[in-house]
Nanobody
Framework: QVQLVESGGGLVQPGGSLRLSCAASVNIFGLYVVRWYRQAPGNQRELVAA???????NYVDSVKGRFTISRDNAKKMAYLQMNTLKPEDTAVYYC???????????WGQGTQVTVSS
C-alpha cells in the first residue's frame, strides 16, 4: 500500500515562504509522476505543479516564478518551495503520485497553508 505524507504547511504572512514536503512509501519513487494540488474552501482542487521521474516540471500560470517543485528519488521525497506567497495561495495542499505506466494514483492527507497578515 502506497502512502504519501505531506508536511510543512502553516501560517505565513504575504510575501513569505514555505517549503512543503511529501514523503512516499514506494519501492521505486522514480517511476512516479508527482503532482501538487491545492483546494481552497468552495473551490475545486487545482493542479499547481508537476514533476516527472526524470525531473521535467510544469506549473500553473499563477505560481510560475514563485513556486518550485523538486524531488529526491533516493530519499523518496518531493518538495514544493513556495516563495512570495499571496493570500490567494491559501488552501489545503495535496501531494499526488501516479505510476507512469499503470496510472495507479495515490494521495496524501493534505497540509494547510494560510497566507495572512
Amino acid at each position: 500500500q502506497v502512502q504519501l505524507v505531506e508536511s510543512g504547511g502553516g501560517l505565513v504572512q504575504p510575501g513569505g515562504s514555505l517549503r512543503l514536503s511529501c514523503a512516499a512509501s514506494v519501492n521505486i519513487f522514480g517511476l512516479y509522476v508527482v503532482r501538487w494540488y491545492r483546494q481552497a474552501p468552495g473551490n475545486q482542487r487545482e493542479l499547481v505543479a508537476a514533476i516527472t521521474g526524470a525531473g521535467t516540471t510544469n506549473y500553473v500560470d499563477s505560481v510560475k516564478g514563485r513556486f518550485t517543485i523538486s524531488r529526491d528519488n533516493a530519499k523518496k521525497m518531493a518538495y514544493l518551495q513556495m516563495n512570495t506567497l499571496k493570500p490567494e495561495d491559501t488552501a489545503v495542499y495535496y501531494c499526488n503520485a501516479e505510476h507512469f505506466r499503470s496510472k495507479a494514483g495515490y494521495w496524501g492527507q493534505g497540509t494547510q497553508v494560510t497566507v495572512s497578515s
